[in-house]
């Protein structure tokens, strides 16, 4: 069956610290993949896109990185600050149609 | 300006009724899309227009209802309201290939 992946379970991090999210996905053939962030009484927001021929992106403070090989992307905010905290999604876009399969998010608490 | 402008924000009403929900965008997008996200904060997409085509159309009741007057608009219709319509959703376009610009979504509580 096809899935995508996010952590569901809340992510804790100390202020300042990396915080790395996860999206793995399986049965997809993927064109890209791209990362939102969503706070609360909002919609969506997007932040990166990422091809699949693509191994590393990097926007400021953040990376993504696409391994087709072991059908992950991982999210990663250094220096992470209470302002990160949102929830963060995942959508791949599938290179027959570019329909975006969305993930259902993890939430990520940055503490002071 | 507001890319993507969805109205009304917050829509309170008894189940049986009709409503619907408008979504206008300014980006000259080529996309339109129709997103529920429900309690538990997934967001599945419903219908999708592109250039006034439906291209997209998940298994949603057929009581929803997209109309897309022209290309910058796609509004949502839903007919006999049900207890389990209760949900946030979210209008959205983009250029394929490109990313998705979202509305500030629609709280729709069923009663």
């Known amino acids: 069956s096809q899935k995508i992946e996010q952590n569901s379970e809340a992510l804790n991090i100390q202020e300042g610290k990396t915080a790395t999210l996860t999206c793995n996905y399986t049965?997809?053939?993927?064109?890209?993949l791209q990362w939102y962030r969503q706070d609360p009484g909002r919609g969506p927001v997007f932040l990166l896109l990422?091809?699949?021929n693509e191994k590393e992106k990097r926007k400021e403070r953040l990376k993504v990185t696409f391994d087709t090989t072991l059908k992950q992307s991982l999210f990663h905010i250094t220096a992470s600050q209470p302002a990160d905290s949102a929830t963060y999604l995942c959508?791949?876009?599938?290179?027959?149609?570019?329909?975006?399969?969305w993930g259902a998010g993890t939430k990520l608490i940055i503490k002071p | 300006d507001t890319a993507v402008s969805q109205t009304p924000k917050y829509l309170v009403t008894q189940m049986g009724n009709d409503k619907s929900i408008k979504c206008e965008q300014n980006?000259?997008?080529?996309?339109m899309y129709w997103y529920k996200q429900d309690s538990k904060k997934f967001l599945k997409i419903m219908f999708s227009y592109n250039n006034k085509e439906l291209i997209i159309n998940e298994t949603v009741p057929n009581r929803f209802s997209p109309k897309s007057p022209d290309k910058a608009h796609l509004n949502l219709h839903i007919n006999s309201l049900e207890l389990g319509d209760s949900a946030v959703y979210f209008c959205a376009s983009s250029n394929q290939g490109s990313e998705a610009f979202f509305g500030q979504g629609t709280r729709l509580t069923v009663v």
């Open positions: 990422i091809r699949e």
């Open positions: 980006l000259g997008h080529d996309t």
């Open positions: 049965n997809y053939s993927p064109a890209y």
């Open positions: 959508a791949l876009a599938l290179d027959s149609n570019y329909q975006l399969i």
